[in-house]
């Protein structure tokens, strides 16, 4: 545990580089409204007296003074809070960033461990508590140390006893071992029921149209009643455990500020102390107890931060595709793989395959379903890494491995979704730079997708989330059009003529194979049609 909490620490420290200047500003500034606290307190006392004795002038500048300190205590902490506030908003963002360019970046193997849902509840909640901790928590902890240790001094300059008793009696002995872990056991079984949650609605709301078709809402909605049903009996146990323990607290406090009370009553009586000082001593008392009160306070987000920082840091250091510069080549005329192996965890899909897909001479990928037609795309891609044999690229007369480098030469049509939220227009882009209407509409032309011209509002028609708002068939032409968009030598469709009819699908097979005269073209699928107007088929089987 130890260990891992110096991890935790360190990587806190370590984040916190480039807003060390903010948080130090933060602190200064809430120092400075912790000193005028206490010289409200100190001139209070001394209006008090001069009021008791009949002293006007003193009593007035007393007042004065006592007024100006809690102004200039109230805008040290409002600054303070702005400056906070700021510093924690650039460090959410850079935060969500790292992990989601983590994720962006992340190898197949984990990718497929990784659900949606989970992924978000890490990115907007988890992500959030570790900047609030690292941001505001911390600091707000030793400030508060800061407090109790000023009250407590300024308290002993007063009454060395009373504060020794005061002390004595705060609730400290709360800050146990097996609170602590206890506390943060329940913390890491609330995490999973909310990440649980959060998979069940990502896929209800993502596939809400077709658990209306197949009948599924009940089972579906009862999922969603289920994991919210869960999450509250885990806070529930969490505010019983949390009750108890305020329980203890607040008793303890009431009975500390009860005996000053009664303490400050008897040295009033006896004539040892003016009223103004029984009047600091209880401010005195409320300003050591609320800081132990408030040091109690932090523990549970304490553990919540290093809940949510193991679940950050394990998307961080999770294993992700080295970042290398892409490499074009306009002028491929082969891609040769030789003696490729390849299996998952479970099963073996490659043993010994070989394929050659040639410039000129387009090729028909097919085989039964769960044969390796999708693994082979993602091995061409270089989403996967073969365990054997090779992949490589001829072009100008060399011969170069195939790498991620090189998937920036691959114009990919994928099965399933393929267009993003936005519109149509903004799925055509496939780089910062304009694109020319005349080469847009030369491209739809090729992927049979004039009908776009046809909306009401052309290409700037808005396409919801998964191409909601066209059918499958046009959102797939659309994707076409995408890829060809791009200058690529080859060309990579994966069931492209799976949702048209089969005229569409004949004329959008021609189209291609026409326009690709000069690329590498592999088609992966089931079509016949489209088989027979291939040069070359290569069969997985």
């Known amino acids: 545990m130890e260990h ?12 916190s580089k480039p807003y ?4 130090l500003l933060y602190f200064l500034a809430e120092l400075v409204a912790l000193g005028l606290s206490l010289l409200f307190i100190y001139y209070s006392k001394h209006a008090i007296d001069y009021a008791i004795a009949g002293d006007t002038a003193n009593m007035k500048q007393s007042l004065w003074l006592a007024i100006w300190s809690v102004v200039g205590g109230q805008g040290a902490s409002l600054y303070a809070s702005w400056v906070n506030d700021r510093m924690r908003s650039r460090m959410l963002v850079r935060l969500q960033q790292e992990v989601v360019d983590a994720q962006m970046r992340a190898t197949w193997a984990l990718v497929k461990n990784w659900h949606t849902g989970d992924i978000m509840v890490r ?11 690292i941001g505001t928590t911390a600091l707000d902890a030793i400030i508060t140390i800061f407090r109790l240790l000023s009250a407590f001094g300024f308290l002993w300059i007063m009454d060395p ?8 009696i705060s609730p400290l002995v709360v800050f ?15 995490k999973r029921a909310e990440s649980n949650l959060g998979n069940v609605v990502q ?36 505010l019983n455990f949390s009750t108890v323990s305020k329980g203890i607290l607040r008793f303890t406090v009431n009975a500390g500020f009860l005996l000053t009370f009664i303490w400050g009553i008897f040295r009033l009586h006896a004539g040892e102390i003016t009223f103004g000082t029984m009047s600091a001593f209880l401010q005195l008392v409320g300003r050591i107890q609320g800081p132990v009160l408030t040091l109690m306070g932090f523990v549970p987000t304490f553990i919540r931060f290093r809940t949510a920082l193991e679940r950050v840091d394990e998307m961080l250091q999770s294993e992700k595709e080295e970042e290398v510069e892409a490499e074009y080549l306009p002028n491929i005329q082969q891609l040769r793989l030789r003696g490729v192996g390849f299996r998952y965890e479970d099963k073996g899909v490659f043993h010994q395959f070989d394929a050659d897909f040639v410039r000129g001479k387009p090729t028909a990928v097919v085989g039964a379903s769960g044969k390796g037609k999708t693994t082979l795309i993602r091995l061409l891609l270089c989403l996967l890494k073969p365990n ?27 099965q399933g979704d393929k267009l993003f939220s936005g519109t149509i227009r903004e799925n055509l882009q496939v780089n910062s730079q304009p694109v020319l209407e005349e080469r847009i509409r030369e491209v739809l032309v090729t992927a049979c997708a004039t009908f776009v011209y046809d909306l009401p509002e052309g290409l700037d028609t808005l396409v919801g989330e998964s191409g909601y708002g066209l059918s499958e068939g046009q959102a797939q032409r659309v994707a076409v059009a995408r890829a060809l968009l791009q200058d690529c030598a080859v060309w990579l469709f994966d069931e492209v003529t799976s949702a048209l009819d089969p005229s569409t699908a004949v004329e959008l097979a021609d189209r291609l ?7 590498i073209l592999v088609f992966v699928t089931h079509d016949p049609v489209l088989t027979e107007r291939c040069s070359q088929v290569v069969y997985i089987s």
């Open 123 to 133: 990115v907007n909640t988890d992500c959030q508590e570790v900047v609030q901790m």
């Open 176 to 190: 146990s071992k097996l609170y602590f872990k206890r506390l943060k056991k329940m913390n890491q079984e609330l």
């Open 20 to 23: 060390r200047s903010a948080l």
């Open 161 to 168: 006893m009373l504060a020794v008793v005061i002390l004595c």
């Open 513 to 519: 194979i026409e326009a690709g005269k000069d690329k």
């Open 203 to 238: 896929e209800n709301m993502r596939f809400r149209l077709v658990i209306r078709a197949l009948g599924l809402q009940r089972i579906r909605w009862d999922k969603v009643t289920g994991s919210q049903e869960a999450i509250y009996a885990m806070k529930m146990r969490v």
């Open 388 to 414: 054997s044999g090779s992949l490589q690229l001829h072009a100008d007369g060399r011969e170069i491995q195939l790498s991620s480098a090189h998937r920036t030469n691959f114009a990919y049509v994928p």
């Open 4 to 15: 891992k909490l110096a991890y935790q620490i360190k990587w806190a420290w370590a984040f």
